[in-house]
T-cell receptor, first 114, second 111 residues
């Protein structure tokens, strides 16, 4: 079964305390990305990765870092979280092969920064 | 990527067909029409996509007009579990494979 697994699903943290949200996929997809979803703003892409060791900024990368050391994992790192990073985060993955690719999303990670 | 216009919300009776319209008048020849839905803050779920021809799968049917400027997603027999936000997206295959999710249509299926 195709799976995109995020952890943690829920987290309350304090300003400035580094945290990592992990994402793992079992579909051997090359492409992975992170989105955040905020009321009234829809889904906005934070970072994406075309393959191992290849990452690039999305629309809202400020305050985030990512790494792609292995194909299946794409962690999102908040070095010094701030309250404006309180949001619902989604990891997503898709294969590069063929047109009309579908994107598979994880179940989401609720992050609150106080 | 072309922009889309969807109604903000719509209601549907359980067991009836739900027809969700989407306008994409500036769609380009290489852009696909995708439909995703999001059930109460879960991860968005792929429903269907098409380029020119009508498409059907186990979840829904997609009707694309001949000029490709609009499309309709049809849920043939809506159930309460189909209550969700439905996103119509048009996108070409590009290097970043990013889909731009707008506000979508909030569909409420009522018993």
């Amino acid at each position: 079964e195709a799976q995109v697994t995020q952890n943690p699903r829920y987290l309350i943290t304090v300003t400035g305390k580094k945290l990592t949200v992990t994402c793992s996929q079992n579909m051997n997809h090359e492409y992975m990305s992170w989105y955040r979803q905020d009321p009234g703003l829809g889904l906005r892409q934070i970072y994406y990765s075309m393959n191992v060791e290849v990452t690039d900024k999305g629309d809202v990368p400020e305050g985030y870092k990512v790494s792609r050391k292995e194909k299946r994992n794409f962690p999102l790192i908040l070095e010094s979280p701030s309250p404006n990073q309180t949001s619902l985060y989604f990891c997503a993955t898709t294969s590069r092969l063929g047109p009309g690719n579908t994107i598979y999303f994880g179940e989401g990670s609720w992050l609150t920064v106080v | 990527d072309a922009k889309t216009t969807q109604p903000t919300s719509m209601d549907c009776a359980e067991g009836r067909a739900a027809n969700l319209p989407c306008n994409h008048s500036t769609i380009s020849g290489n852009e696909y029409v995708y439909w995703y839905r999001q059930i109460h803050s879960q991860g968005p779920q792929y429903i269907i996509h098409g380029l020119k021809n009508n498409e059907t799968n186990e979840m829904a049917s997609l009707i694309i007009t001949e000029d490709r400027k609009s499309s309709t997603l049809i849920l043939p027999h809506a159930t309460l579990r189909d209550t969700a936000v439905y996103y119509c997206i048009v996108s070409a295959v590009s290097n970043d494979y990013k889909l731009s999710f707008g506000a979508g249509t909030t569909v409420t299926v009522r018993a």
